[in-house]
Every structure is written in C-alpha cells, then in structure tokens.
C-alpha cells in the first residue's frame, strides 16, 4: 500500500513509520512540504498514493490565539488541499484532529455524533479542517484524539517528567479532564483501521480517563520522583486559549470496528518504561 504521511517528523508522524514500515511510505514534511503555499495538491497527486495520513498541523493551542490567521492557513486552508489532492488521487483520508473541537459542557464523553463547540482559535481551525476533508474528499475519515504524547517532540508526559527531575513542587491543573492517548498506541489503532472501510468520523484515545493534576501525580509516583504535585484551577494556570474543562471521548465506533487503545495508565506506565531504557542505554 502507498501512504502519504504529513507531519512525518511529529511525535505521531515517527510513530506511524514505525508501525507501517512494511508499507510503501512517502513522507513529507516542512519546509518542503508546506500546506499553506500552492502546489500542494500536485505534490499529493504526484506521490500517487493510495491512503493519505494528514497528521500535519499547528498545534500551539495558546499561539493560535496570537496568529489566528496563520492557524486557519494550516489546520483549514491546508487540510482543504490535502483532501482536493487525495480526491484527485482516488486516494482514502485520515485526517487527524482534536478533542478540543468540543466545548466540554456535556458532563459526559462525547459522541461522534455530538455537536462540536470550540471554544479557541486552535479548536475552530480544527473543526473546520474536518469540514474541509469530509467536503472534498469523498473517501475521508476524520480521527479525533486527545492529549497525545510519545518520544518525539514536546508533550505534557515529557515536561512533567523533567520538572520533576528539577523542581520540588509542581503545580498542575485539576479541573480539565480527558484521556491521555500514547502516540504509539494511535498509531497502531490507525493501522487497523487502514484495514477497514470506516469513513466519516471516530474518536481514538486512550481507555479511561484523568484530570491533568491525576497524570502528573501518575507520572511522579512511576518515576519515583520526591517532587510534590500541587492542584490549581485553569483560572491560575494564566493560559491564554480557553480550554473545554471535560474532554472525554466515547470511541464507540471504533470500539464497533474491533478496535481499541488501552488504559491511559498501562500505556503510561509502558512508555516511562521504554524512556528509562533508552535513557540508560545512551
């Protein structure tokens, strides 16, 4: 199979070469793969591929909220060509997006079918990349997930992990929740789905769920850290996006597929494993 990463050299993108090295992968990357500049569809076109991972995007929730434009250039506009060049390729999409397409009111996990609300910039250049690939692309599939972290490129598991190491006292948010998803364990899932007919939408993350102050302390407790982790609410942390407080994501039609992740926990747990060891290998 011929697959088109985007995003290749993210923290999902080296996941995914990974787990389809088997396959026939063409990556592409900035600078010389920039969603924003013309062209972009020939290039998608030329690669002829068969399925297109579109895990390109801008991804700084609180700078979106200072270049507004620049974050609908990349998440919209962009994810617009990718999908006008998978259509013109006969190719299938993923597009990857985000559980803060959600406002995070419901109380309950959401449904694929639920109705997105973003509350920043960053969620609404998301959701309208999801508009974008499910209007011009007639073979998509948008995956929605949520707090990814993995080796590669920066992620709350890793900055917990070094103030830890460094600090005596954390002080972590308490009143956000949602479902801490390991970019390997993703990666996987969308391997499976690659063998499947899924279009539309589905909600891929990891099992169970977890505020960020219960990750952090989960974190601390694993790598034997002495450092205290101290709760605070979103109002103390100063952030500039508004951030939706519950963003738990029901992965039911994956779960209908004969997919799943596995708890946040085991795969955190699993992760500061592979961490240590090749941190004492170096």
Same mark, same amino acid.
């Given at each position: 199979?011929?697959?088109?990463?985007?995003?290749?050299?993210?923290?999902?993108?080296?996941?995914?070469?990974?787990?389809?090295?088997?396959?026939?992968?063409?990556?592409?990357?900035?600078?010389?793969?920039?969603?924003?500049?013309?062209?972009?569809?020939?290039?998608?076109?030329?690669?002829?591929?068969?399925?297109?991972?579109?895990?390109?995007?801008?991804?700084?929730?609180?700078?979106?909220?200072?270049?507004?434009?620049?974050?609908?250039?990349?998440?919209?506009?962009?994810?617009?060509?990718?999908?006008?060049?998978?259509?013109?390729?006969?190719?299938?999409?993923?597009?990857?997006?985000?559980?803060?397409?959600?406002?995070?009111?419901?109380?309950?996990?959401?449904?694929?079918?639920?109705?997105?609300?973003?509350?920043?910039?960053?969620?609404?250049?998301?959701?309208?990349?999801?508009?974008?690939?499910?209007?011009?692309?007639?073979?998509?599939?948008?995956?929605?997930?949520?707090?990814?972290?993995?080796?590669?490129?920066?992620?709350?598991?890793? #900055?917990?992990? =070094?103030?830890?190491?460094?600090?005596?006292?954390? !002080? +972590?948010?308490? /009143?956000?929740?949602? %479902?801490?998803? &390991?970019?390997?364990?993703?990666?996987?899932?969308?391997?499976?789905?690659?063998?499947?007919?899924?279009?539309?939408?589905?909600?891929?993350?990891?099992?169970?769920?977890?505020?960020?102050?219960?990750?952090?302390?989960?974190?601390?407790?694993?790598?034997?850290?002495?450092?205290?982790?101290?709760?605070?609410?979103?109002?103390?942390?100063?952030? #500039?996006?508004? =951030?939706?407080?519950?963003?738990?994501?029901?992965? !039911? +039609?994956?779960? /209908?597929?004969?997919? %799943?992740?596995? &708890?946040?926990?085991?795969?955190?747990?699993?992760?500061?494993?592979?961490?240590?060891?090749?941190?004492?290998?170096?």
């Amino acid at each position: 199979m011929r697959i088109l990463i985007t995003g290749a050299s993210g923290q999902l993108g080296h996941e995914l070469q990974h787990v389809l090295q088997d396959q026939q992968l063409t990556l592409a990357d900035l600078p010389e793969f920039d969603v924003t500049k013309a062209g972009v569809e020939k290039r998608v076109t030329a690669a002829q591929p068969d399925v297109i991972i579109h895990a390109a995007a801008y991804t700084d929730v609180d700078g979106a909220e200072r270049e507004p434009a620049q974050a609908m250039a990349v998440n919209a506009v962009g994810t617009e060509r990718v999908a006008r060049g998978a259509a013109a390729a006969g190719a299938r999409l993923l597009y990857l997006s985000t559980d803060y397409v959600f406002d995070g009111r419901q109380g309950v996990p959401y449904r694929e079918t639920d109705r997105p609300n973003p509350l920043s910039v960053y969620g609404r250049s998301k959701y309208e990349g999801e508009q974008q690939a499910l209007a011009h692309c007639p073979n998509a599939l948008v995956i929605r997930t949520a707090w990814l972290y993995g080796t590669h490129g920066k992620n709350f598991v890793k #900055t917990i992990m =070094r103030q830890a190491s460094q600090q005596s006292e954390l !002080r +972590v948010v308490s /009143d956000q929740r949602g %479902s801490p998803t &390991h970019a390997g364990d993703l990666a996987s899932a969308i391997k499976q789905v690659l063998g499947t007919n899924l279009k539309g939408i589905v909600h891929a993350t990891g099992a169970g769920d977890c505020t960020w102050y219960e990750l952090a302390r989960e974190i601390v407790s694993l790598t034997g850290s002495p450092a205290r982790v101290q709760p605070i609410s979103t109002a103390e942390s100063g952030r #500039t996006a508004q =951030r939706p407080l519950y963003a738990v994501l029901s992965n !039911r +039609v994956l779960a /209908d597929a004969g997919i %799943s992740l596995p &708890h946040w926990k085991d795969a955190l747990s699993r992760f500061l494993s592979q961490v240590k060891v090749e941190v004492e290998a170096k």
